[in-house]
């Protein structure tokens, strides 16, 4: 990962979508609010989620690169590409 996670920085956070269907995956804007301190862990961070019905507070999000990242560390892919419940940098738009 090239660009390192930081107290206020914009993330997409990876809803998990419903066992049933009724709900996909789907890339939550959110803000970190928390580095851990874990060295086993170094990219878990806490979130604040931002949902379009209210917040969700989640600590020790795991990161998660996605299929279709590059070497320069650009993110690709989208919810599709990523587990429910991790988080990743936001995919660039032209």
Known sequence: MTQQPSIGRIVHYVSHGTPGGEYTKECRAAVITELTSDPEHPDQVGLAVLNPTGFFFNQACEHHEAEGDDEAGMPGGGALNHPGG?????????
């Open 86 to 94: 991790t988080w990743h940098w936001p995919e660039r738009t032209a």
